[in-house]
């Protein structure tokens, strides 16, 4: 059986395949790196090279919609990757009573990571017209063909940041938020919040299927082509909310690299044309990941979740969990501070 803890190990990843999939015999297997999410496996056989995703208590039925998303960008066009159908012809594979598994191709190519700042803003036109091209397929998929895609396609609505698992822990924060003497600040500011997001009209903008966790080493590309766009899970959503979670991985709120963002924004525009008043809701969404931030390591902290550490990692969890809930406090005091029209003024300069 399997636990939060355990790894996808060479005979397990055999057993697997063989059991589950007609994908032929395997011919090597390479780790790679684990998310909070999932463990990842790739494995090549003569049909190709592929992915293995072990996740940990995911929801069936939003696990099977995900994956109904990957088919659906590919059929418009996004590069992602596919997934495989196993023998019962679905994509979902149970494993056990706590672990759900999925195949996807595997997309070669080098990723830009973040960590490198000087190298990431030097291709930020790049990822702006990779973004845009995206952003502009996506948004071409109505969003009555992706509820028929959709296993609970009903029940769909279009959702407004924060989002409901937020509000969810907000409602639950009384237990939940470890002790911290900024606790009444934020909750103060995030009750703000949910009343600047109540007053603007943000079911008015541009729609389409979200990311969902935008950064740049989710983009893999050789030389200057992009060869594929990694770990979508957004759902369909307004598209500034990619654009918010990227200017916090980027960090181009910072007014110090400013000459960057419009580096990114102008070749967005002109492959996914947009009203340019939209950008006037950039800085609300950006608030949005620092509460996701702040109440997701909270929900960490609370659960002693350690999915998604390293080995060496395991012992300190509580270190890390602190850390990143931290991280979101410290988000939450530097987004309140900017002005809501900042990046819009910045993208009307270009």
Avoid at 11 to 36: A, F, K, W
Avoid at 77 to 93: A, E
Avoid at 100 to 127: A, C, H, N, Q
Avoid at 280 to 290: C, E, V, Y
Wanted: proline share 4%; charged share 30%.
């Amino acid at each position: 059986m399997f636990n939060e803890k355990i790894k996808l190990s060479e005979e397990i990843v055999r057993e697997i395949i063989d059991e589950n999939y007609d994908l032929g015999e395997i011919l090597s297997i390479t780790p790679l790196e684990s998310g909070h999410e999932s463990d990842n496996v790739k494995f090549s056989t003569k049909k190709g090279d592929f992915v293995l995703k072990l996740y940990v208590y995911p929801n069936l039925d939003q696990f099977q919609d995900r994956m109904n998303e990957y088919e659906l960008l590919h059929e418009y066009g996004v590069k992602v990757p596919i997934p495989i159908k196993n023998k019962k012809k679905v994509f979902v594979t149970s494993y056990d009573e706590k672990n759900l598994l999925v195949v996807l191709t595997f997309i070669s190519g080098e990723p830009i990571y973040r960590e490198d700042e000087p190298l990431m803003y030097s291709w930020m036109k790049w990822f702006g017209k990779q973004f845009g091209i995206f952003h502009n397929k996506s948004k071409q998929i109505p969003f009555e063909l992706y509820k028929q895609k959709m296993k609970n396609g009903e029940s769909y609505e279009l959702p407004l940041p924060p989002g409901d698992w937020i509000l969810q822990l907000y409602n639950e924060r009384e237990f939940l938020l470890p002790e911290h003497d900024k606790n009444k600040e934020i909750i103060e500011a995030f009750e703000q919040f949910l009343v600047d997001v109540e007053e603007s009209d943000l079911s008015q903008l541009t729609t389409g299927i979200a990311h969902g966790d935008m950064m740049p080493g989710n983009f893999l590309k050789k030389n200057e082509e992009l060869k594929g766009i990694l770990d979508f899970g957004g759902g369909y959503y307004s598209l500034m909310a990619d654009i918010g979670r990227w200017l916090m991985y980027t960090k181009l709120y910072k007014p110090e690299v400013k000459n960057y963002f419009k580096d990114f924004i102008l070749p967005y525009l002109e492959h996914s044309e947009i009203p340019v008043k939209e950008l006037k809701s950039l800085t609300l969404f950006l608030r949005s990941t620092a509460y996701l931030q702040y109440f997701y390591y909270a929900y960490r902290i609370h659960n002693n979740i350690t999915q998604g550490l390293e080995e060496d990692e395991l012992e300190d969890s509580e270190v890390y969990n602190w850390r990143g809930f931290n991280d979101g406090i410290k988000f939450v005091e530097i987004f309140s501070k900017i002005d809501n029209n900042y990046f819009y003024d910045l993208a009307t300069q270009v």
